[in-house]
């Protein structure tokens, strides 16, 4: 291997990375991808995204059939087959995994399974990447460029240790029984993910948030309607919590916290989830050897995604000022993969890139939330459309949340859109395309909408901006 002399070597094989090396190989770049796990695919897929959406799926099938009758048919008492779940969420895995190990072969990238450090800066053009490989070994891989890719690890609170009581977003994915009770320690994306999962499959589940609302991102309409909606289906969140301590026990654990009114609170529970965010993986890469000084772990770039240091690119969840979003790093390496092969190539704009939670209901954004545009010196005109009038959202029994579109007074331009309800993370797609094109309120006024379907709220929501909606 130290004899070859690729164009680009990658460090990491989740979204970014192998979305990366993908392009790039198509691009005619002779391509080497590094990732020290024993199947590709990252958080992500392993222990992520892919996982928590197939379990989600199993919970929204269980669900209906808890009310089948509702839709006409007679269901002999269900039960619910915990491996089962587990089962189908592996092989759901294990087929994408398969999948990336076909595309490396088809796509004629070099895939080696190792860990990969920087040794320095490039000499005659060239860097090399120290590989440590499973069996204890030590190769080097030359390259012209690298691109970094290493992802992110689950944060723990302090002075806590992950185990079979204290989960992370990596342990709950693997335990054999389904717990009756779950303490959720955090309200994002992943925090609000498992508590709907759980919820759904009979557990008690508790969520603790130390800010004022949950999914704290959102626009606040949002976070006031996840709100109403968990307390609803019987999910209890205690907001602006402080000062919280897990003691495990022969039951599980008891955890202790202080409530928003100065009270201090206990709840018993059979496991903890803590979900806290995420923290960037570049604490052993050789940051060091080179000109690259991370801030609070991540690195910082340019917006081509260049590093301080000539050659060196970083994608993913280790840059800084991105959110970490598979979809944002996966484009990161598109953007690199163009500009390494002298292709036409467009920066990630931070205010085009949608952020979806898979809840029940689901939640999708695009753009600026209210607040926000009115902090940036906006005029701003305010459509909201609830599903309720929508006849799709009707006939899949999912009438709970809203449309709601944030535009410019002054041009119609459209600023934001802000959905939560059914299928919300498929139909975000259009905000999205209506933002990166600036179109007006107007223009998706008078854009045709298939019907019947839940992407007509949209129109209608675009419509509530001139207080025209049609279905309310």
């Not at 190769?139 to 012209?144: E, F, G, M, R």
């Not at 952020?355 to 689901?362: K, L």
């Amino acid at each position: 291997m130290a004899d070859t002399i690729f164009d680009v070597v990658v460090l990491g094989g989740g979204p970014a990375g192998y979305t990366f090396a993908i392009r790039a190989s198509q691009y005619g770049l002779k391509t080497a991808l590094i990732d020290a796990n024993d199947r590709l695919g990252g958080t992500c897929l392993l222990w992520g995204c892919i996982p928590t959406k197939s379990m989600l799926f199993s919970a929204e099938l269980w669900d209906h059939l808890k009310h089948a009758d509702r839709y006409g048919i007679d269901v002999a008492a269900p039960a619910l087959n915990w491996k089962g779940v587990l089962a189908r969420k592996d092989d759901v895995i294990t087929r994408h995994t398969k999948g990336l190990d076909f595309l490396m072969k088809k796509n004629k990238i070099t895939a080696i399974k190792g860990y990969g450090r920087l040794t320095g800066p490039a000499k005659d053009g060239v860097h090399t990447i120290e590989v440590k490989t499973a069996d204890g070994k030590t190769d080097t891989v030359k390259a012209k460029n690298v691109v970094l890719a290493t992802g992110s690890d689950a944060r723990m609170l302090p002075g806590y240790k992950a185990d079979e009581t204290i989960l992370t977003n990596y342990e709950i994915l693997k335990i054999d029984q389904m717990p009756k009770s779950l303490v959720v320690i955090g309200s994002g994306a992943v925090g609000v993910e498992f508590a709907s999962i759980f919820k759904s499959f009979g557990a008690e589940v508790t969520v603790l948030e130390m800010l004022p609302r949950v999914v704290p991102v959102e626009d606040e309409d949002i976070s006031k309607e996840l709100l109403r909606l968990y307390k609803k289906r019987g999910i209890e969140v205690n907001l602006s919590v402080k000062d919280t301590k897990i003691e495990k026990n022969k039951d599980g654990a008891l955890v202790t916290f202080t409530d928003a009114n100065g009270k201090v609170q206990t709840k018993q529970a059979e496991k903890v989830l803590v979900a806290v965010g995420r923290a960037p993986r570049t604490y052993d890469i050789g940051l060091d050897k080179v000109k690259i000084t991370p801030d609070r772990g991540f690195i910082m770039t340019n917006e081509w995604m260049e590093t301080t240091e000539p050659g060196i690119f970083a994608i993913g969840d280790i840059v800084g000022g991105l959110p970490q979003l598979a979809h944002v790093g996966a484009m990161a390496g598109l953007v690199v993969a163009a500009r390494l092969a002298g292709r036409y190539a467009k920066p990630i704009n931070r205010a085009r890139i949608p952020g979806c939670t898979y809840t029940d209901p689901q939640i999708a954004s695009v753009g600026l939330t209210e607040a926000q545009a009115k902090e940036k010196g906006y005029q701003v005109k305010v459509g909201k459309f609830p599903f309720v009038g929508n006849s799709k959202a009707t006939i899949v029994d999912a009438h709970d949340g809203f449309v709601k579109v944030v535009a410019d007074a002054k041009y119609g331009e459209i600023l934001g859109v802000h959905i939560i309800g059914p299928y919300a993370t498929e139909i975000i797609a259009e905000a999205v395309t209506a933002l990166e094109l600036e179109a007006t309120v107007e223009e998706m006024m008078f854009t045709i909408h298939a019907h019947p379907t839940v992407a007509e709220a949209l129109l209608d929501g675009f419509s509530s901006v001139e207080g025209m909606p049609i279905n309310v």
